[in-house]
């Protein structure tokens, strides 16, 4: 708490580590990219240095995948993995408390709010676990105390984000 008693901007620190891992992944994706491509000229022109060319080709290929891993979308990717075996379509269902400026209707007791818990199910296509496409998506979203009576195990849950745990 601040001094003033306003709370903590944790979003805001949030915001910018997010940003620094944006900007940082796609610094490397770009890089990588390009090497790759000056990679191939090099093959295309000096065909008799093969070697050096696919180990530089590897080298930036590297480089290309940590970019895409650090970047927030390729890490939400890799943490919503399943298991590598996992081949095909599959599903997922997520869960997280809400806050909203319009008041949502509850799908359980058709009252309305503005906070609750939304349950988002996913179907999509998965290579060893990491989503590659989505199929399909859909949202369902609690009253407090639905979410409570419904799904009071998972309410609890810890490994929501400290941000949305507010209440
Ligand atoms: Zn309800």
Redesign the pocket.
């Known amino acids: 708490m601040n001094n003033d008693g306003s709370p903590i901007p944790i979003r805001g620190a949030d915001a910018i580590a997010r940003f620094v891992n944006t900007v940082g992944g796609w610094l490397l994706v770009f890089f990588g990219g390009l090497g790759l491509l000056s990679a191939v000229g090099h093959a295309i022109e000096r065909p008799g240095a093969l070697g050096i060319t696919l180990f530089m080709g590897f080298v930036w290929m590297l480089l290309l995948t940590v970019g895409l891993v650090v970047t927030p979308r390729g890490r939400e990717r890799l943490a919503r993995r399943g298991t590598p075996s996992e081949f095909g379509t599959a599903h997922r269902v997520d869960e997280r408390t809400i806050r909203t400026a319009r008041s949502f209707q509850?799908?359980?007791?058709?009252?309305d709010?503005q906070q609750?818990l939304e349950r988002r199910f996913t179907a999509m296509f998965v290579v060893a676990g990491i989503r590659v496409v989505t199929l399909h998506e859909n949202a369902n979203r609690?009253?407090?105390?639905?979410?409570l009576t419904e799904h009071s195990v998972k309410t609890g849950d810890s490994t929501a984000p400290a941000r949305t745990r507010e209440y």
């Not at 509850?106 to 009252?111: A, G, K």
């Not at 609690?142 to 979410?147: R, S």
């Open positions: 509850c799908v359980s007791c058709d009252t709010h609750g609690y009253c407090p105390t639905c979410a």
